[in-house]
């Protein structure tokens, strides 16, 4: 059965600290990887991953994808307190459109 | 502008009552999903079509209908099959012939007492 799981669950950290998120997944067939933000309301994008070993960077957040190990992470720097959501990752297989999110790490920064 | 809307952005029902949430895309993306989101959890998959007149189950279909008579319409009904109806809803769609993106509406909370 096609996977996805997120950790930790859960981190609260200070502004200025650096935080690190994890995305392991087991989807047969794999083609991408995506990470959202979620605040309030509906994901925002933030990166599309496809190949291994490749950062994608935008501003104090980076993400690269391990295609061997099977997972990604997604680091953000200097963190403030705007970066409080939860942040989603799912991964696409190449057969079908069907999405298979994990269930998000829940950051909280405090100042 | 393009984009997902969901209507309504908060609805409240007496259980036993069916209810259909709306969802409307003009990005004449072929793809459209909805999802269940509960508190401190991701996102499951209810149901998706990838052309229409053609839908899928997810992971979570019990309880839940779908139609998709039109590209840009894909109404989700909530039934009253449907144990635990009290979640926040998302609607997106994505352009499958290209960069596989996803894109959210705003969401529909629902409420049913």
């Known amino acids: 059965e096609d996977k996805v799981v997120q950790s930790p669950l859960s981190l609260v950290v200070h502004e200025g600290d650096t935080v690190t998120l994890n995305c392991s997944y087991e989807?047969?067939?794999?083609?991408?990887l995506l990470w959202y933000k979620q605040e309030k309301k509906a994901p925002t994008f933030l990166f599309m991953l496809?190949?291994?070993?490749i950062e994608k960077k935008s501003g104090r957040l980076s993400s690269i994808l391990d295609k061997k190990e099977l997972f990604s992470i997604l680091n953000i720097t200097a963190t403030q307190t705007g970066d409080s959501a939860i942040y989603l990752c799912?991964?696409?297989?190449?057969?079908?459109?069907?999405?298979?999110f994990g269930t998000g790490t829940s950051l909280t920064v405090i100042p | 502008d393009g984009g997902i809307t969901q209507s309504p952005k908060y609805l409240f029902r007496k259980e036993g009552q069916n209810v259909t949430l709306s969802c409307e895309q003009n990005?004449?993306?072929?793809?459209m999903y909805w999802y269940r989101q509960d508190p401190g959890q991701g996102l499951r998959l209810i149901y998706y079509?990838?052309?229409?007149?053609?839908?899928q189950k997810g992971d979570i279909a019990e309880g839940y209908s779908v139609s998709r008579e039109k590209k840009e319409s894909f109404p989700l009904t909530v039934t009253s099959a449907q144990k635990n109806p009290t979640a926040f809803y998302l609607c997106?769609?994505?352009?499958?012939?290209?960069?596989?993106?996803?894109?959210f509406g705003p969401g529909t909370r629902l409420t049913v007492t």
């Open positions: 997106a769609s994505t352009d499958s012939g290209r960069t596989y993106e996803q894109y």
């Open positions: 989807v047969t067939n794999f083609r991408s």
């Open positions: 496809t190949s291994s070993g």
């Open positions: 799912a991964v696409v297989p190449n057969t079908g459109n069907q999405f298979y």
């Open positions: 990005l004449n993306h072929d793809a």
């Open positions: 079509s990838q052309i229409v007149n053609d839908f």
